[in-house]
T-cell receptor, first 117, second 116 residues
Framework: DTAVSQTPKYLVTQMGNDKSIKCEQN?????MYWYKQDSKKFLKIMFS???????INETVPNRFSPKSPDKAHLNLHINSLELGDSAVYFC????????????????FGPGTRLTVL | AQSVAQPEDQVNVAEGNPLTVKCTYS??????LFWYVQYPNRGLQFLLK??????LVKGSYGFEAEFNKSQTSFHLKKPSALVSDSALYFC??????????????FGSGTKLNVKP
């Protein structure tokens, strides 16, 4: 039933490791996003895909690599994890981009709390 | 560039009293504005949006927001606060230009505390 789901919910790992977070939406949306929420709750967009095509790529270290196998899934792989990567990562989706989708809000997943030790 | 500002980090209100959470925007042209709520350890939930039309927008859980173009504001309101409304509230604006049309710009969040 869950509209936007993420796995895992919690991720605790050591510095230098590589980890992945998965996101799936069953809303039939064509656009998906990754956000990072820091300890002060500030939300920063990282990436966005529309129909498997990367459309937003913010200033994010290239240790972060998103992958969208299809428009219902958007995964985030992080290499060589650093202490500063500790945050809550949210996946979101919306329907249609560009002028046609301007009215549409985003739907968020429950978040993945990443702790790097 | 588009942006929103939430001037209050925290708002305290007694249960049963009206509440207002403030948001001002900076956008060239007509803004597309959104309010979201985040409960502890949860993702953001959409509350309401202003795209065009009536300046008073009604949303989920009894919330409403008033779009005021002259004051560039989009304050969130509720006539009677509930303890269960205690959460973190985010205002957001959608990008207006071709290069940022797919981006949402979020405010810094306002923590609402409703005391019994």
């Amino acid at each position: 039933d869950t509209a936007v789901s993420q796995t895992p919910k919690y991720l605790v790992t050591q510095m230098g490791n590589d980890k992945s977070i998965k996101c799936e939406q069953n809303l039939g949306h064509d656009t998906m996003y990754w956000y990072k929420q820091d300890s002060k709750k500030f939300l920063k967009i990282m990436f966005s895909y529309n129909n498997k095509e990367l459309i937003i790529n913010e200033t994010v270290p290239n240790r972060f690599s998103p992958k969208s196998p299809d428009k219902a899934h958007l995964n985030l792989h992080i290499n060589s994890l650093e202490l500063g990567d500790s945050a809550v990562y949210f996946c979101a989706s919306s329907l249609r981009t560009g002028l046609a989708g301007v009215r549409n809000e985003q739907f968020f997943g429950p978040g993945t709390r990443l702790t790097v030790l | 560039a588009q942006s929103v500002a939430q001037p209050e980090d925290q708002v305290n209100v007694a249960e049963g009293n009206p509440l207002t959470v403030k948001c001002t925007y900076s956008v060239s042209g007509n803004p597309y504005l959104f309010w979201y709520v985040q409960y502890p350890n949860r993702g953001l939930q959409f509350l309401l949006k202003y795209i065009t039309g009536d300046n008073l927008v009604k949303g989920s859980y009894g919330f409403e927001a008033e779009f005021n173009k002259s004051q560039t504001s989009f304050h969130l309101k509720k006539p009677s606060a509930l303890v269960s409304d205690s959460a973190l509230y985010f205002c957001a604006v959608r990008g207006f230009y071709l290069y940022n049309f797919n981006k949402f710009y979020f405010g810094s969040g306002t923590k609402l505390n409703v005391k019994p």
